[in-house]
């Protein structure tokens, strides 16, 4: 079974980037789709970027489009989302989570229904 554990989280102040790191153990993620989701206080967890088992396709949510990415390291068994120009309104508790991807190597996914392997969770706070 895969278990995941997010890193990079912290306090940065408005237009500042950081780098989420998803590290795996127990399993390779090879065959695995990722995905990244958030969390603000007071509001429903969403999506924010996923990555394909291959990592040919990835996709964005609009309200990070062009200021995040996100790329996976086979050799390292992680996965990462590099955030730039970030906001106020990215405050928030970052998740990486995975699907077992065995039909397709470049399918993403936006819907949490879809991956059932989950990581705690790292904090991201962005001060004005």
């Known amino acids: 079974q895969v278990q995941l554990v997010e890193s990079g989280g912290g306090l940065v102040q408005a237009g500042d980037s950081l780098r989420l790191s998803c590290a795996a153990s127990?399993?390779?993620?090879?065959?695995?789709?990722m995905g990244w989701f958030r969390q603000a206080p007071g509001k429903e967890r969403e999506f924010v970027a996923a990555?394909?088992?291959?990592?040919?396709?990835?996709y964005n949510a609009g309200s990070v489009k062009g200021r995040f990415t996100c790329s996976r390291d086979s050799a390292k068994n992680t996965v990462y989302l590099q955030m730039t120009s970030l906001q106020p309104e990215d405050t928030a508790v970052y998740f990486c989570?995975?699907?077992?991807?065995?039909?397709?190597?470049?399918?993403?996914?936006?819907?949490?229904?879809?991956?059932?392997?989950w990581g705690q969770g790292t904090q991201v706070t962005v001060s004005s």
């Open positions: 990555i394909s088992r291959s990592g040919s396709s990835t």
């Open positions: 127990g399993s390779t993620l090879r065959m695995y789709g």
């Open positions: 989570a995975a699907r077992l991807s065995l039909l397709s190597s470049s399918q993403t996914s936006t819907q949490q229904s879809d991956y059932p392997i």
